[in-house]
């Protein structure tokens, strides 16, 4: 089993809880607001972890999760249960989606070449993907919460913006944008602080990378 999927296993049973605060809402809200454009049609959820796509936005028709944790794929199921959800790599694979949507760090376990490659073999023409890796500024004092391990210490936040925007190139993605998206506590601040954001990918917590391809 991979170390990834060995991590997040450990932190399934209290990964919900773990982000629950009203600053993780304040972030969920403004990340719904984003993502709900890439929503229509078919859609996968790479590295769907709890499920958290569908908590924030239920309705979405065309779904499809895939996780490499077991254990977090048993909680998307007791929240879920009547949705696809399973195990899986999400970068390789051959059943192709409008929508690759990928939130909260979850890229960042791949290399950007990895993703990338996912992309263009796992989009539809003029497919869409949404991507929130962690961003290069990302740090460590985010992730304190009462279960979790050290599931991030394998991860390199040293990907920049620029990176990931030469790696989308190579595939030929077009309409690259790349942003930064910040913890900052409420739905004001996070609207506030957007413009930095976008000036400063690279000093964020995570950056939000939208396109098609
Ligand atoms: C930080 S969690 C985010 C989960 C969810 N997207 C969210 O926003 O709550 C990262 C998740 O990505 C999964 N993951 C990492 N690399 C993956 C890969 N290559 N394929 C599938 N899942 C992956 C992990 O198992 C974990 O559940």
């Not at 065309?62 to 790599?89: F, I, N």
């Not at 950007?112 to 992309?119: A, Q």
Request: glycine share 8%; charged share 20%; proline share 4%.
């Amino acid at each position: 089993m991979s170390t990834v999927a060995e991590s997040y296993d450990r932190l399934a049973q209290g990964y919900d809880a773990d982000y629950g605060t009203p600053m993780n809402r304040a972030e969920e809200r403004e990340i719904s607001r984003l993502v709900e454009p890439y929503t229509r049609g078919t859609l996968l959820d790479a590295g769907c972890g709890t499920g958290l796509l569908l908590d924030m936005l239920p309705t979405i028709a065309g779904y499809t999760g895939v996780d490499l944790s077991a254990g977090m794929l048993e909680k998307h199921k007791q929240k879920h249960p009547s949705r696809v959800a399973h195990r899986a790599d999400a970068w390789s694979g051959l059943q192709k989606f409008h929508n690759i949507v990928s939130l909260f760090g979850s890229p960042s376990y791949s290399s950007v070449v990895e993703v990338t490659d996912g992309l263009r073999n796992r989009l539809r023409p003029r497919g869409n993907f949404f991507l929130m890796p962690y961003a290069a500024g990302r740090t460590k004092t985010a992730a304190t919460g009462e279960h979790l391990v050290d599931a991030h210490a394998a991860l390199w936040y040293d990907t920049s913006a620029a990176e990931w925007q030469a790696s989308l190139k190579t595939i030929g993605a077009r309409n690259v944008v790349v942003r930064g998206f910040n913890l900052l506590g409420s739905k004001r601040l996070l609207r506030a602080e957007a413009p930095l954001a976008h000036r400063f990918p690279d000093r964020c917590q995570y950056l939000i990378i939208t396109g098609v391809m």
